[in-house]
């Protein structure tokens, strides 16, 4: 099904919830990329951003492969993500300060 390019992005979301205040809609774009979203404002506090990196952290080790969030508009400059070799959650970006 993902291989044919003609369904490619046009495959429904699949929404799931790690916790009931934490949604991720997954995206089917491309075979080779998960791609999903997850709204900013709902991982504010550190117990919510917990769920988060254990969220990624579940994918990538189930997987075996990184998992990287990528700020909305600026794929390509992964902030956070899980790290196969290092088996957690680790900052990609340095952090702004201001």
Not at 4 to 26: E, K, N, Q, Y
Not at 32 to 51: C, H, K, S, T, Y
């Amino acid at each position: 099904m993902f291989s044919d390019p003609d369904l490619m992005g046009s495959l429904p979301d699949l929404r799931v919830w790690p916790t009931l205040d934490v949604p991720a809609i997954f995206r089917f774009l491309d075979d080779e990329v998960i791609d999903f979203d997850v709204g900013l404002r709902e991982l504010q506090g550190q117990e919510r951003l917990d769920v988060f990196c254990g969220f990624l952290r579940g994918i990538g080790r189930r997987l075996g492969k990184p998992v990287l969030m990528h700020p909305e508009g600026d794929y390509g400059h992964p902030v956070l993500g899980f790290d196969v070799e290092a088996d957690r959650v680790v900052l990609l970006a340095e952090p702004l300060v201001m």
